[in-house]
């Protein structure tokens, strides 16, 4: 079996919130097994907010999660850092509504969550295993996902723009691919859009260190990360707001001009067609043994506090 992991030591970082502009305190804490992914806002008397799709908020340009009185906002890049980790237990707390962007990547999140260490935990980890595809389309946005052996991603993005028509790329997921290609790839935006979304007191917290500005003859920025630095990131956004169905998957994500809408949404439809996969306790399941289904659900609502 594989065991389930959590953080070994607890470990903090400063920034500021991408949309509200406003300065937070993020710290990781080790959680137990079959605890999950938690948010919990320190601000107001430690409301928990599980990171299932059942708490999926409002979505503008970050995925937020809401439950009763609390919010958490821009989840999707700790998230995407967090499973690529192989984290499956840790409790994630804020002093503000929304998680730090840093530098628009996940590389700062990969580094804290080196900083503090793996535990491994007694119990088995549980992968969700696709066994029939499973897709969702909205206009000319789709989205699938197909039996593997591996989790993967293929993802295809084109927008009106000349400096940005088309991308692709498919990648299988591991934690040294996930860092190596995925994590630094940053966040971005067309400058005609960055006034709208300021009227609509949005990006209050966004400036050429934490976003990818492209304007009408290259982006502002000193240079990308990589040649396609906006696909990859992409993916990475995918990976985060997949995260929400609670455990890794197996199989692979196919997406074309998707948005966080679209990906959260398609997390619901994961769960919603639960013929269409099954929990196994090994990856390779499948490959060199017999998959041994489990009868434990999926964690899709809220456990207690
Ligand atoms: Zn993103």
Redesign the pocket.
Known sequence: MDPQRTIRRAISCAGIGLHSGRKVTLSLKPAPQDAGIRFRRTDLGGIEIPATVANVGGISY?TALARSEGTVETV??LLAALVSSGIDNVLIELNTPEVPIMDGSAAPFIYLIQEAGIRRLPAARRYLKVLRPITLSRGDKRIALYPSDHFKVTYSISFDHPLLRHQARTMRITEESFVEDIAAAR?FCFLKEVEMLRQNGLALGGSLDNAIVIGETGVLNSALRFEDEFVR?KI??VI?DLALVGCPIIGHVVAHRGGHALHTAFASRILEESDAWRLVEAPTAGIHAAPQPVSVAVRTAPASN
């Open positions: 970050a999707e890049h966040t990131h990475l956004d985060g």
